[in-house]
Every structure is written in structure tokens, then in C-alpha cells.
């Protein structure tokens, strides 16, 4: 809820009924890389054009509402494991032993299912000349395929390799007026060709790891061979199978006025707007070389710290 050029409050829907609630210093807007553009395009906070295609009378026209989408996108291979191995996977001695595992965990607070599953994992430079971690490596103790929703009999070992910096850039846009239906998200992966050629070095640096000596006597077959001698094959799975490792930011982008993309400014606050702010990993103006969890807490605590200080 917008009066003039102050935010009010907030309008949501209880059930079926619209509420309001009025804010007596400012709002925050915490909705996440997806729900806070799309919440602030629904408040006529956005380009113009696109806020007119839906009859969204404009408040602020602020072109970067949405773009510079940027998220990690995450190449896996999978080997195939025997079933004695600790691995979690569909199998009659698989089965078996989750059910000691249960048992173990009851009584002494150990064993395979303390497992995080995702047991081990690597910051990398794809080369000498690169000077801090340009990829991340994520090893997991399962079979993981299309984000582990197709399930495979059997046992397996999986390998994530992230783009920790990409270059391709996203876009968030409304499907609807209404803020029940969800935003259009795409985030154009591999649009820079740079993010694919690094993801191949990855994909054949992981390869090289698991092919090592010490995984000999349990390595099996892939799940869908790539060979790291085929950089083209290995490209060619990479757009047919990589997605997102869950790290999307950057939608409402924090910058100085000169910056067009720029949606907040370095207290948060949303630029020609009083009393509103944006406070979650939206604001990231590029994604940050690692997992996202943590800094989007550091961002809170410091937006707490701003409007405890009355800034
Ligand atoms: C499957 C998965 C695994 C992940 N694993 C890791 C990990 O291992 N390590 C790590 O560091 N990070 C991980 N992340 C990323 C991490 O969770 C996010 O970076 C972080 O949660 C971002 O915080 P946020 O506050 O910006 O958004 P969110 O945590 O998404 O919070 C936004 C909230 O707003 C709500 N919302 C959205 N729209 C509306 C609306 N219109 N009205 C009301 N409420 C709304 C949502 O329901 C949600 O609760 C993972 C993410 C996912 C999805």
C-alpha cells in the first residue's frame, strides 16, 4: 500500500478475504529473489512497460525491479556403486541397512542416516591463472537425478560441480496482476558462453577426481556417460541436464543512482520510495563465490542494525 510516495502498509489475502495491515515506521519487503520483485511490480514498483502490460498503475518506474537474476547453476554425474558400499540407494541390503541405521540412531545418536548425504565438498580455480575459487564442487553419498524427483534402483555416488561467478543474467517478470499467481522466472543459464565452457572444466575436473585410484574398487558405470575426452558431448549434457544449485539473487539490485540496475541503495531502502526497504538475498548485486544461506543473514542483521539506528 502506497500513498504517494510513502509506503503504508501491506495488503494480503487471509483465505479468500483482502486484509491490510498499516505500518507505523516502514515496510520490509523479505520475500526472496522471486516474491520481492514480483511483490514491488504488484505495487507499481518496476520498468514501465512491464507493469503496464498488466494495467499495474505506476508508482516508481525502476528498470532493474527483477533483472540481473543470477543464480549457480550446478552440473551432477552420477557412478554407479555396489550395494555394500555406505551409500544411501533402493536395494534389498540397502534397505536392510537403513533399518540397523534406525536402530543405530535410536540408541546411540550415530551412523548412515547422522549422514548429511552431501559429505564432502571443494572450493576449485579452474586454473593457475585464476586467482580465488571459480568452481565448487558438491560430492553426495546417493544417486541424485533431476534434483533426485527421478528415482533409480540401486546405489550411486553424485558429483555437483556450481559456475560460482556466471556471467548469464535472468529475468523475473509477472505472469498476473494477481499476487496469488506466481512470477515467470527465467534465468537464461549458459546465455554467456563463458558460464559453459567452465562448467565443461568442471564437469572434467570432477570426472578426473572419481576416476582416481582410490574410487577404483567401487566405481560403476555413469548414469549418463560424458566423457571428459569429449569436451562437445560434455556441453551438450550440460544443456540438457544442468539447473540450479538453489542460489538465486541479485533481482533487486543494491547500487548508487548512477547504476540503471540499481533498486536499493546502501541502507536497503528502495530508491524514490520512503519507508520501504528490501531486505533478503535479492539485493546481492552479483551472486557471491559460495552458498547463500549465511550472507542473506548477514544482510538481515545489518538491516537490523540500520533501522535500530535509525538510518
Ligand atoms: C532446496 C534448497 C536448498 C538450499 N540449500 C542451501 C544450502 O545448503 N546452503 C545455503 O547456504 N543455501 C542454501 N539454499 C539457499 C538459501 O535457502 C537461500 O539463499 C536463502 O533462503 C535466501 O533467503 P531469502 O530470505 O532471500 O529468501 P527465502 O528464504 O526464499 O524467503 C522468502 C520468504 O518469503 C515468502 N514469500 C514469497 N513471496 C511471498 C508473498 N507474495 N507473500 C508472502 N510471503 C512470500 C516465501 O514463502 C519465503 O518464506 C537452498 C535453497 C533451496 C531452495
Given at each position: 500500500m502506497i500513498e504517494g510516495k510513502r509506503a503504508r502498509g501491506v495488503a494480503y489475502y487471509h483465505g479468500n478475504h483482502l486484509e491490510q495491515v498499516r505500518a507505523r515506521r516502514e515496510v520490509l519487503v523479505a520475500a526472496g529473489a522471486f516474491g520481492s520483485p514480483q511483490l514491488l511490480m504488484l505495487s507499481g514498483i518496476g520498468a514501465t512497460h512491464e507493469l503496464q502490460k498488466f494495467g499495474i498503475p505506476v508508482v516508481k518506474d525502476l528498470w532493474?525491479?527483477?533483472?540481473?537474476l543470477q543464480d549457480h547453476i550446478d552440473y551432477v554425474q552420477t557412478w554407479r556403486v555396489p550395494s555394500h558400499t555406505d551409500t544411501i540407494g533402493v536395494s534389498l541390503r540397502g534397505s536392510a541397512k537403513l533399518a540397523n541405521a534406525m536402530l543405530q540412531w535410536r540408541g546411540?545418536?550415530?551412523?548412515?542416516?547422522?549422514?548429511?548425504?552431501?559429505t564432502a565438498g571443494a572450493f576449485m580455480r579452474s586454473?593457475?591463472?585464476?586467482?580465488?575459487?571459480?568452481l565448487q564442487l558438491v560430492f553426495v553419498i546417493a544417486i541424485v537425478d533431476n534434483h533426485a524427483r527421478t528415482m533409480h534402483l540401486g546405489h550411486g555416488i553424485s558429483c555437483h560441480v556450481d559456475v560460482l561467478r556466471p556471467y548469464s543474467r535472468g529475468v523475473v517478470t509477472l505472469n498476473?496482476?494477481?499476487?496469488?499467481i506466481a512470477p515467470s522466472i527465467d534465468?537464461?543459464?549458459?546465455?554467456?558462453?563463458r558460464d559453459l565452457h567452465l562448467l565443461v572444466k568442471g564437469g572434467q575436473m570432477q570426472q578426473r577426481i572419481i576416476e582416481s585410484k582410490p574410487f577404483d574398487s567401487i566405481r560403476g558405470k555413469m548414469l549418463y556417460p560424458a566423457s571428459l575426452d569429449d569436451p562437445e558431448g560434455m556441453a551438450r549434457d550440460i544443456r540438457n541436464r544442468a539447473d540450479t544449485?538453489?542460489?538465486?539473487?541479485?533481482?533487486?539490485k543494491m547500487g548508487p543512482d548512477s547504476d540503471p540496475l540499481a533498486v536499493v541503495d546502501a541502507q536497503l531502502r528502495v530508491k524514490g520510495i520512503a519507508g520501504l526497504r528490501v531486505v533478503d538475498a535479492s539485493i546481492m548485486p552479483t551472486l557471491i563465490g559460495g552458498n547463500t544461506n549465511a550472507p542473506t543473514i548477514m544482510i538481515a542483521e545489518k538491516a537490523a542494525e540500520l533501522i535500530r539506528s535509525g538510518q
Amino acid at each position: 500500500m502506497i500513498e504517494g510516495k510513502r509506503a503504508r502498509g501491506v495488503a494480503y489475502y487471509h483465505g479468500n478475504h483482502l486484509e491490510q495491515v498499516r505500518a507505523r515506521r516502514e515496510v520490509l519487503v523479505a520475500a526472496g529473489a522471486f516474491g520481492s520483485p514480483q511483490l514491488l511490480m504488484l505495487s507499481g514498483i518496476g520498468a514501465t512497460h512491464e507493469l503496464q502490460k498488466f494495467g499495474i498503475p505506476v508508482v516508481k518506474d525502476l528498470w532493474g525491479v527483477g533483472k540481473n537474476l543470477q543464480d549457480h547453476i550446478d552440473y551432477v554425474q552420477t557412478w554407479r556403486v555396489p550395494s555394500h558400499t555406505d551409500t544411501i540407494g533402493v536395494s534389498l541390503r540397502g534397505s536392510a541397512k537403513l533399518a540397523n541405521a534406525m536402530l543405530q540412531w535410536r540408541g546411540k545418536r550415530s551412523g548412515l542416516i547422522t549422514s548429511s548425504i552431501a559429505t564432502a565438498g571443494a572450493f576449485m580455480r579452474s586454473s593457475p591463472e585464476v586467482a580465488i575459487p571459480d568452481l565448487q564442487l558438491v560430492f553426495v553419498i546417493a544417486i541424485v537425478d533431476n534434483h533426485a524427483r527421478t528415482m533409480h534402483l540401486g546405489h550411486g555416488i553424485s558429483c555437483h560441480v556450481d559456475v560460482l561467478r556466471p556471467y548469464s543474467r535472468g529475468v523475473v517478470t509477472l505472469n498476473s496482476p494477481d499476487p496469488r499467481i506466481a512470477p515467470s522466472i527465467d534465468p537464461k543459464f549458459l546465455a554467456d558462453e563463458r558460464d559453459l565452457h567452465l562448467l565443461v572444466k568442471g564437469g572434467q575436473m570432477q570426472q578426473r577426481i572419481i576416476e582416481s585410484k582410490p574410487f577404483d574398487s567401487i566405481r560403476g558405470k555413469m548414469l549418463y556417460p560424458a566423457s571428459l575426452d569429449d569436451p562437445e558431448g560434455m556441453a551438450r549434457d550440460i544443456r540438457n541436464r544442468a539447473d540450479t544449485q538453489y542460489h538465486p539473487v541479485g533481482t533487486c539490485k543494491m547500487g548508487p543512482d548512477s547504476d540503471p540496475l540499481a533498486v536499493v541503495d546502501a541502507q536497503l531502502r528502495v530508491k524514490g520510495i520512503a519507508g520501504l526497504r528490501v531486505v533478503d538475498a535479492s539485493i546481492m548485486p552479483t551472486l557471491i563465490g559460495g552458498n547463500t544461506n549465511a550472507p542473506t543473514i548477514m544482510i538481515a542483521e545489518k538491516a537490523a542494525e540500520l533501522i535500530r539506528s535509525g538510518q
